[in-house]
């Protein structure tokens, strides 16, 4: 069974075209939380994503906006591309993208926007209904409310006690129907910030592993 890794940030080049295909680099942090008794650090990791222009083309975005957005990108780790298309350490060929929230950009935003007035408002309710709906379609696929972070499943530790329980059929097929509908759990996991134990959320936990996702989303 071949691996599969995500990452999670803004690209950190700007995309190349090599007519079938396209590549980017991310970088992604290392955990600031180290396993007691461990000396090293997790030092940033520098990564070349490999896209279809497909996969490119249904992010609707253009290639001058594409490094001001931050992305999750799903794939499987590839030691053996061209040098000179992997300025990363490792490359990514990439099976799913998709562009998610920025919490620091938004709140930019949310600084900088005035209150909007009764003149604006009026301009807002004139505004032809069809450009409503492509403002609609570019919005990007939102990780759910409250995330903190992404983390593997694998690093999450699970108390003996939750193991004996197994969540209600209601429960899982709610869960089930979100990460069909949205490809993750419809809430953030909740985990203790030190050990990765799991707190809360127990029944999001048991039907994740099940649909054998690689990273959820998780609160403090």
């Given at each position: 069974?071949?691996?599969?890794?995500?990452?999670?940030?803004?690209?950190?080049?700007?995309?190349?075209?090599?007519?079938?295909?396209?590549?980017?680099?991310?970088?992604?942090?290392?955990?600031p939380?180290?396993?007691?008794?461990?000396?090293?650090?997790?030092?940033?990791?520098?990564?070349?994503?490999?896209?279809?222009?497909?996969?490119?083309?249904?992010?609707?975005i253009?290639?001058?906006?594409?490094?001001?957005?931050?992305?999750?990108?799903?794939?499987?780790?590839?030691?053996?591309?061209?040098?000179?298309?992997?300025?990363?350490?490792?490359?990514?060929?990439?099976m799913?993208?998709?562009?998610?929230?920025?919490?620091?950009?938004?709140?930019?935003?949310?600084?900088?926007?005035?209150?909007?007035?009764?003149?604006a408002?009026?301009?807002?309710?004139s505004?032809?209904?069809?450009?409503?709906?492509?403002?609609?379609?570019?919005?990007?696929?939102?990780?759910?409310?409250?995330?903190?972070?992404?983390?593997?499943?694998?690093?999450?530790?699970?108390?003996?006690?939750?193991?004996?329980?197994?969540?209600?059929?209601?429960?899982?097929?709610?869960?089930?129907e979100?990460?069909?509908?949205?490809?993750?759990?419809?809430?953030?996991?909740?985990?203790?910030?030190?050990?990765?134990?799991?707190?809360?959320?127990?029944?999001?936990?048991?039907?994740?592993?099940?649909?054998?996702?690689?990273?959820?989303?998780?609160?403090?």
């Amino acid at each position: 069974m071949a691996h599969k890794i995500s990452v999670t940030g803004r690209p950190t080049s700007s995309i190349q075209d090599h007519d079938k295909y396209l590549t980017f680099d991310m970088a992604e942090k290392g955990s600031p939380n180290a396993p007691q008794g461990i000396p090293f650090q997790s030092n940033a990791i520098t990564y070349t994503v490999v896209l279809s222009s497909k996969q490119f083309k249904k992010l609707n975005i253009n290639q001058e906006e594409f490094s001001q957005r931050r992305f999750l990108v799903q794939g499987e780790p590839c030691l053996d591309i061209p040098f000179e298309q992997c300025a990363g350490e490792i490359g990514v060929i990439c099976m799913q993208i998709q562009e998610i929230e920025d919490k620091e950009k938004e709140k930019k935003q949310t600084k900088q926007t005035p209150k909007k007035g009764s003149r604006a408002k009026k301009q807002e309710e004139s505004q032809p209904q069809e450009e409503i709906k492509q403002e609609q379609e570019k919005k990007p696929l939102l990780v759910p409310k409250g995330t903190r972070d992404w983390m593997f499943l694998e690093e999450i530790k699970v108390p003996e006690a939750f193991l004996q329980f197994t969540p209600g059929i209601a429960k899982q097929k709610a869960v089930e129907e979100s990460i069909e509908k949205n490809g993750t759990v419809d809430k953030p996991i909740i985990i203790d910030p030190d050990t990765h134990e799991l707190v809360d959320s127990y029944s999001r936990y048991f039907v994740a592993k099940k649909k054998n996702l690689d990273r959820v989303p998780v609160h403090y």
